[in-house]
């Protein structure tokens, strides 16, 4: 009786999530039958919510924190600064509270090119508003692959955040 009722859900999930690890191969006959390329792309269920794009956060006026870094600087310096402590100051453009026990923020400064303008931080601590100017003390990792495509190259992980000016978004 105990192994059916755990069984099943174990199976269940199990195969969830195989199928979201499956690659996806091309149909072969897809310049023939575009309707049935389609259809062998997973497709979103009618009813899943759509992301509210953030709101554009000003970044002008960012000082740099005494003693620390910008984000430009630290992707520019990010092999010297794998494993060590560093403190950023930035705004806050993106959070993601509660993945995998952690919240996620994204932090830019108004320093770096794409690619190397929004540092990737993680904290188990405060969790701040889009748009809070927040000063960041962390440790760097480098080539963090968490899986099912979230891979980061530079990601400031165990981070301190103090909120030094709450947003009026």
């Known amino acids: 009786m105990l ?3 755990i069984g099943t859900p174990l199976a269940l999930a199990v195969l969830v999530a195989l199928a979201g690890c499956a690659k996806k191969e091309p149909a072969a006959d897809a310049a023939k039958a575009p309707e049935a390329a389609a ?3 997973p497709q979103m ?23 620390g870094k910008t984000v430009a600087e630290v992707f520019a310096e990010k092999d010297a600064l794998g494993g060590q402590k560093v403190t950023v100051r930035g705004k806050v453009v993106k959070v993601n509270a509660g993945i995998m ?20 931080v993680t904290t188990a601590g405060t969790v701040p508003g889009v748009g809070d100017t927040v000063l960041l003390t962390g440790t ?24 030094e000016a709450a947003s009026e978004m």
């Open 101 to 120: 026990n952690t919240n996620w923020l994204h932090v830019r400064d108004g320093s770096g090119a794409e690619g190397t303008n929004d540092l990737t």
């Open 45 to 67: 269920p009618a009813e899943h919510p759509v992301a509210t794009p953030a709101p554009e956060v000003d970044l002008t006026g960012i000082a740099k924190a005494d003693g």
């Open 140 to 163: 760097v990792a480098l080539n963090k692959d968490f899986g099912m495509g979230y891979s980061y190259d530079v990601i400031v992980e165990d981070t301190e955040v103090t909120v």
């Open 3 to 5: 192994k059916s009722k």
């Open 39 to 41: 259809a062998t792309q």
